[in-house]
């Protein structure tokens, strides 16, 4: 069963504007972790933000929040105030069971 | 936070030789990890480079054809062997648990983008 979903497979976005990248998850651990990763053009893998499980407030880091809705399994980036840098593939993962699961990403591209 | 790079950034090669990727991190870890990413794919966790021990493979990846080491608690190699094109894509290390850094986040390395002609 897939545990992570992202069913954007891309995104559109004017420059200044806000964003939301949508992902949903499938555990029935209570204990579990969710991550958002940026992968420009170069292939680098960058850590954006994280979320736990038991975590009362949603993330936050720097422009990037994520809204966190526990019932309903979904863990959203919303990236703010949107800049031509971040036009890259964002991938949402979860970690529970000691392993690592990675959605299939969203491609996003900010326009001027 | 820790450094983690990779060697070498990028190649190309021809099929039915080998190349030796290297993931240096600038301090020590416990758990290292190999992905693979295919083109326009999601990562593929390849296996966990422990140290000390054989490296635990995914199903799917077997050692004949990746196999890893893992020296020290800062370095480790993925060889890429007998390569075909179907093996082109980024390679991609990660590290588990960098001081201040949240509990289980994964840290990539840079990425080393494969074609095999």
């Known amino acids: 069963a897939q545990k992570i979903t992202q069913t954007q497979p891309g995104m559109f976005v004017q420059e200044k504007e806000a964003v939301t990248l949508d992902c949903t998850y499938d555990?029935?651990?209570?204990?579990?972790?969710l991550f958002w990763y940026k992968q420009p053009s170069s292939g680098e893998m960058i850590f954006l933000i994280y979320?736990?499980?038991?975590?009362?407030q949603n993330a936050t880091e720097g422009r990037y929040s994520l809204n966190f809705q526990k019932a309903r399994k979904s863990a959203n980036l919303v990236i703010s105030a949107s800049q031509l840098g971040d036009s890259a593939m964002y991938f949402c993962?979860?970690?529970?069971?000691?392993?690592?699961?990675f959605g299939t990403g969203t491609s996003l591209t900010v326009i001027p | 936070s820790a450094v983690i790079s990779q060697k070498p950034s990028r190649d190309i090669c021809q099929r039915g030789t080998s190349l030796t990727i290297q993931c240096q991190v600038d301090?020590?870890?416990?758990?290292m990890f190999w992905y693979r990413q295919q083109p326009g794919q999601s990562l593929t966790l390849i296996a966990t480079?422990?140290?000390?021990?054989?490296?635990?493979?995914e199903s799917g990846f077997v050692i004949d054809k990746f196999p890893i080491s893992r020296p020290n608690l800062t370095f480790s190699t993925l060889t890429v062997s007998n390569m075909s094109p179907e093996d082109s894509s980024i390679y991609l290390c990660?590290?588990?648990?960098?001081?201040?850094?949240?509990?289980?986040?994964?840290?990539f390395g840079p990425g080393t983008r494969l074609t095999v002609l």
């Open positions: 555990t029935s651990d209570p204990s579990y972790g």
């Open positions: 990660s590290v588990k648990r960098l001081a201040g850094g949240p509990t289980d986040t994964q840290y």
């Open positions: 480079a422990n140290q000390g021990s054989e490296a635990t493979y």
């Open positions: 993962a979860m970690m529970t069971g000691n392993q690592f699961y």
């Open positions: 979320q736990g499980s038991y975590d009362q």
């Open positions: 301090s020590q870890v416990t758990m």
